[in-house]
């Protein structure tokens, strides 16, 4: 009887198939839907604005077609005076607004923690914050003057408040829970105000911020209609008087295009500054 004492050959295995990486659904398409979608109701509006004056569905000397806009906007951008007075107005809105961002969040922010701060501010408060800021308007004209100091000014008042009743909600806002957690921790005063007022505070002041933004463009519209040299609201207010309608037309619309690309710039800073909060629908 033989014995093979030949060791048994290796036994062979399956060689595993390689699974090619999956692909990700691509966003494109998505983003092409959702731009056209936002974009319908701007197209039909530039749609019905063409063809009304053009069928004399309204007079087009007061209301022209948006083709004649366009050329009068581009005629103004020729020429330098939308560069001119579009700077004009940008320097004057981004002061006010700028002033009342510095002065407003750290104020809103004082009195929505410190109860006696509040206690002592609050009957001043409610006095300026309902009175417009354009009936204002003549009051700062007679003590600041024409120049650009009572322009600022009043971009400034009319953005302060929404900033500081805003920011005054967002403290007193904050959950309960939170600030009893957080107390337990023995947190000192400033601790708790950096690590658990300031975060929870930020999307509400955000929301004041954005308010103002908008004011600070539509109030100053109004006070450069009266004594200005330059600005948006000055060529709109010289086109009505020169019968110029379509450059008037042309400066309401470039108004409206800073508006909407402003807010979406604090847009933008807002989700950066709360990137840690979880979106609703994760």
Same mark, same amino acid.
């Given at each position: 009887m033989s014995t093979d004492l030949r060791p048994a050959p290796p036994l062979s295995l399956p060689t595993p198939k390689v699974l090619p990486p999956a692909r990700r659904p691509s966003r494109l398409p998505g983003l092409l839907v959702t731009a056209?979608?936002?974009?319908?109701? !701007?197209?039909?509006?530039?749609?019905?604005?063409?063809?009304?004056?053009r069928l004399d569905l309204v007079d087009r000397t007061f209301l022209p077609p948006v083709s004649e806009v366009l050329d009068a906007w581009l005629g103004l951008l020729d020429s330098g005076q939308l560069a001119v007075n579009t700077w004009a107005s940008l320097n004057r809105s981004l002061s006010g607004f700028g002033l009342a961002v510095v002065i407003g969040v750290p104020l809103g922010l004082l009195i929505g923690w410190y109860r006696p701060v509040a206690n002592l501010l609050n009957p001043l408060l409610e006095i300026f914050r309902n009175t417009a800021a354009l009936a204002l308007l003549p009051?700062?004209?007679? !003590?600041?003057? !024409?120049?650009?100091?009572?322009?600022?000014?009043?971009?400034?008042?009319?953005?302060?408040?929404?900033?500081?009743?805003?920011?005054?909600?967002?403290?007193r806002s904050v959950d309960p829970t939170l600030l009893r957690l957080a107390r337990s921790l023995d947190l000192s005063p400033v601790k708790l105000f950096q690590k658990v007022i300031l975060p929870a505070s930020v999307p509400v002041v955000f929301t004041g911020i954005r308010l103002a933004g908008a004011v600070s463009i539509l109030v100053l519209v109004a006070a450069e209609m009266v004594g200005a040299k330059a600005g948006l609201g000055y060529l709109i207010n010289a086109s009505q008087y020169n019968f110029a309608i379509p450059q008037m037309y042309a400066g309401i619309v470039t108004i409206s295009v800073i508006g909407v690309a402003f807010n979406q710039l604090l847009v933008?800073?807002?989700?950066?500054?709360?990137?840690?909060?979880?979106?609703?629908?994760?």
């Amino acid at each position: 009887m033989s014995t093979d004492l030949r060791p048994a050959p290796p036994l062979s295995l399956p060689t595993p198939k390689v699974l090619p990486p999956a692909r990700r659904p691509s966003r494109l398409p998505g983003l092409l839907v959702t731009a056209v979608t936002k974009s319908v109701a !701007i197209a039909l509006l530039l749609v019905v604005w063409e063809l009304a004056p053009r069928l004399d569905l309204v007079d087009r000397t007061f209301l022209p077609p948006v083709s004649e806009v366009l050329d009068a906007w581009l005629g103004l951008l020729d020429s330098g005076q939308l560069a001119v007075n579009t700077w004009a107005s940008l320097n004057r809105s981004l002061s006010g607004f700028g002033l009342a961002v510095v002065i407003g969040v750290p104020l809103g922010l004082l009195i929505g923690w410190y109860r006696p701060v509040a206690n002592l501010l609050n009957p001043l408060l409610e006095i300026f914050r309902n009175t417009a800021a354009l009936a204002l308007l003549p009051v700062f004209v007679l !003590i600041l003057g !024409i120049g650009e100091t009572s322009k600022i000014s009043i971009v400034l008042y009319a953005c302060l408040w929404p900033i500081l009743l805003n920011t005054i909600s967002a403290v007193r806002s904050v959950d309960p829970t939170l600030l009893r957690l957080a107390r337990s921790l023995d947190l000192s005063p400033v601790k708790l105000f950096q690590k658990v007022i300031l975060p929870a505070s930020v999307p509400v002041v955000f929301t004041g911020i954005r308010l103002a933004g908008a004011v600070s463009i539509l109030v100053l519209v109004a006070a450069e209609m009266v004594g200005a040299k330059a600005g948006l609201g000055y060529l709109i207010n010289a086109s009505q008087y020169n019968f110029a309608i379509p450059q008037m037309y042309a400066g309401i619309v470039t108004i409206s295009v800073i508006g909407v690309a402003f807010n979406q710039l604090l847009v933008r800073l807002e989700r950066r500054f709360t990137a840690w909060r979880a979106p609703l629908n994760s």
